[in-house]
Nanobody, 122 residues
């Protein structure tokens, strides 16, 4: 059982930056691919970014490309999402997820955190 805890959310102005962290209870997090998803107000959960267990491959949603960077430190069992040039439409609850399959669909991930709120003011 992998437990994930997100942190780093908050309120930021348009154009600002935040770095989200996803800390895992599993010391061998390197076994798992990790993804970030978000649920905007009144919308379905959507894919943001994912990274392989080794950290050598990443994939981003079009909305995240060029602004967000996913990275990981397996020694700390932590995955990060650096978010720059934030926009009001980035407002959402952000979730990290871990799984053994590499993909952008929620079904690829078996373990989920509780989420952290990101609010971008205009």
């Amino acid at each position: 059982q992998v437990q994930l805890v997100e942190s780093g959310g908050g309120l930021v102005q348009t154009g600002g930056s935040l770095r989200l962290s996803c800390a895992a209870s599993e010391r061998t997090l390197s076994r798992y691919n990790v993804g970030w998803f978000r649920r905007p107000p009144g919308k379905e959960r959507e894919f943001v970014a994912t990274i392989t267990g080794s950290g050598t491959s990443t994939n981003y949603a079009e909305s995240a490309k060029g602004r967000f960077t996913i990275s990981r430190d397996n020694a700390k069992s932590t995955v990060y999402l650096q978010m720059n040039s934030l926009k009001p439409e980035d407002t959402a609850v952000y979730y990290c997820a871990a799984g053994l399959y590499y993909g952008s669909h929620t079904s690829a991930f078996g373990y989920w955190g509780q989420g952290t709120q990101v609010t971008v003011s205009s």
